[in-house]
């Protein structure tokens, strides 16, 4: 399953693309939206050939000189980066390069987005990108940060995704959605010094799209101890669903947390199992476990343990689809993989 609509909201505010060239659309005021900059993918091929682009083509950097003539960045407090080109085959350097380069014309920026590209203009699994950590270094003041990924190709090189340890001070939310995350990437974010974190998200994904990392890797996340003011753990959308569900059932951190997020992979009631087992789930505001495999006596069985205690909870069966293969052995899939 791809991604077929946009971010509808960022910090709160809704999103909203920044107008092509020439539109007499009135525009918000600069902090009432999470503004959505993306350019034009043919712009980016005019710009390599012989022709002349189209005048209403911009490149994402044309677009983000003109947003930042246009309106008054210094009030701006989100900002979504959309389409920087072509995504399978490009990285978003460039449209980084360039936010850095505005970091002082944009002081209230408190919340970021990059790669708010749908499945009509690349599917996930092919999303290029980079090491987006000078981001993070660069504005300081962020308090949330999110990146869509996969893995592009230029030429036989790799663009993957790279979030080598760092620190960040403020940073309260952390959101890597990738239908298949690398190890080291998981790895970096577990060695980051982040003691502000209190959500984090990440999206794991499959090994036919890159996720390589084991349960042992997602320890830093699960122990309590690394990140100190996490409320918010989602480990999702993973073929290995029931190991982190095993893994959670004695995990030190689950007795601090108001959401646990296990959806959007291939639970079943082994996982579901092993997680009632475990320690009490009753103080959680909500357990979300929609898009699994759970037979309808597990899902009756979990709402009848935690939904008397005031937990909310979601085990939506959702689209999550299951095969017989031909040796009949049965294939599960996550949520979002290519």
Known sequence: MGFYDRLEELYGLPALTFPAQGSSAALPAP?????????????????????????????????????????????VRALIVGNW?????MDPSDAI??????????????????GDIVAEECEISRISQTDVTPLLAGFPALEEFGVRAGEGNLMGEALRLEFPALRHDVLRSLTVQSGGLPADVVRGVGASELPALEHLDLWLGISEYGADCEVADLEPFLSGAR??????????????QDEIAAAMASAPVVA???????????????????????????????????????????????????????????????????????????????????
């Open 31 to 75: 902090d009432a939206v999470a503004w959505r900059i993306t350019g034009q993918p043919d712009a980016v091929a005019w710009r390599f050939s012989e022709g002349e682009p189209l005048p209403e083509e911009e490149c994402w950097d044309e677009v983000f000189d003109r947003f930042c003539t246009e309106v008054d960045t210094t009030r």
């Open 85 to 89: 080109g072509d995504p399978d085959d």
């Open 97 to 114: 390069t360039a936010l850095l380069a505005a970091r002082d014309r944009l002081p209230a920026l408190r919340s970021l987005f990059l």
């Open 227 to 240: 990140f100190p003011r996490l409320r918010h753990l989602a480990l999702r959308n993973s073929e290995r």
């Open 256 to 338: 601090r947390l108001e959401v646990l997020d296990l959806s959007m992979g291939t639970l079943s009631d082994d996982g579901a199992t092993a997680l009632l087992s475990g320690q009490p789930l009753t103080h959680l505001k909500k357990l979300d476990l929609h898009h699994n495999f759970l037979s309808e006596r597990f899902r009756h069985r979990i709402r009848e343990t935690l939904e008397p205690a005031g937990v909310e909870v979601d085990v939506d069966h959702g689209d999550a689809e299951q095969d017989e293969g031909d040796s009949g052995t049965v294939q599960r899939y996550v949520s979002v993989g290519e």
